[in-house]
């Protein structure tokens, strides 16, 4: 998980909490941000009034015009300044946009339900857009990554079912998903990812990290 906005760290899950989709694993102080956006929608208050004032000369202007009163050029520059306010109504309106959802993501939250495996940032600490806060694993969809030596990649193909048996001696399903086909030249293996079935419960006999055996019906 990474933070999404600069600033600094309010709070971070504890390692080992689950949490689930959508629940917050961290969050960052927004008072920096929320003083700037009560500044822009001051801004904007004041743009209004400009913008309010700007269009009724211009209706003045027009009227004037009408009777040769007010020369067009006066009347170009009265509209020209209406136009430039409602303009900068449009990019205040799209900044105060912009530092609403700054604040949103200031709340990492979970994207699928897992479990806070390692904290690298604590509270109090300050971290920029892409730093890592810690490391946040999938209970539910686990991967099961094989070394595979490269003579055998041609009897291998996404979609193949194999057995996976855990520490316990437990075996599971799981489904090829993909083979990536660049070899290790000092092992002469390539990658075999396998997505294991989604067990009924919570898996007890297994977890991200743990070493697994990998049934291969390879024929020499």
């Known amino acids: 998980m990474t933070a999404a906005v600069e600033g600094e760290l309010d709070w971070v899950a504890?390692?080992?909490?689950?949490?689930?989709?959508?629940q917050p694993i961290a969050r960052l102080d927004t008072g920096p941000l929320r003083l700037k956006l009560e500044e822009l929608q001051r801004l904007r208050e004041r743009e209004a009034v400009n913008e309010a004032y700007q269009a009724r000369l211009v209706d003045r202007y027009t009227a004037l015009r009408e009777s040769q009163n007010v020369s067009a050029?006066?009347?170009?520059?009265?509209?020209s300044r209406r136009d430039t306010a409602r303009m900068d109504m449009a990019i205040?309106?799209?900044?105060?946009?912009?530092?609403?959802?700054?604040?949103a993501r200031s709340t990492v939250r979970a994207r699928f339900n897992g479990l806070v495996a390692e904290r690298q940032k604590q509270a109090g600490e300050?971290?920029?857009?892409?730093?890592?806060?810690g490391?946040?694993?999938?209970?539910?969809?686990?991967?099961?990554?094989a070394a595979v030596p490269i003579a055998y990649q041609s009897q291998l193909a996404?979609?193949?079912?194999?057995?996976?048996?855990?520490?316990?001696?437990?075996?599971?399903?799981?489904?090829?998903r993909t083979l990536i086909a660049s070899g290790d030249p000092a092992s002469q293996t390539f990658e075999l990812r396998i997505d294991l079935a989604r067990a009924k419960e919570?898996?007890?006999?297994?977890m991200p990290g743990q070493l697994v055996k990998v049934d291969l019906p390879l024929e020499p």
């Open 202 to 206: 919570p898996a007890r006999d297994i």
């Open 14 to 22: 504890e390692p080992g909490t689950r949490i689930q989709a959508g």
């Open 73 to 79: 050029f006066q009347l170009d520059e009265a509209v």
């Open 158 to 176: 996404a979609g193949d079912r194999l057995d996976v048996t855990t520490g316990a001696g437990t075996k599971r399903e799981g489904t090829v």
């Open 92 to 103: 205040l309106q799209t900044r105060i946009r912009q530092m609403e959802d700054e604040i």
């Open 126 to 133: 300050y971290v920029v857009p892409g730093e890592v806060i």
């Open 135 to 145: 490391r946040f694993v999938d209970l539910d969809r686990l991967e099961v990554r």
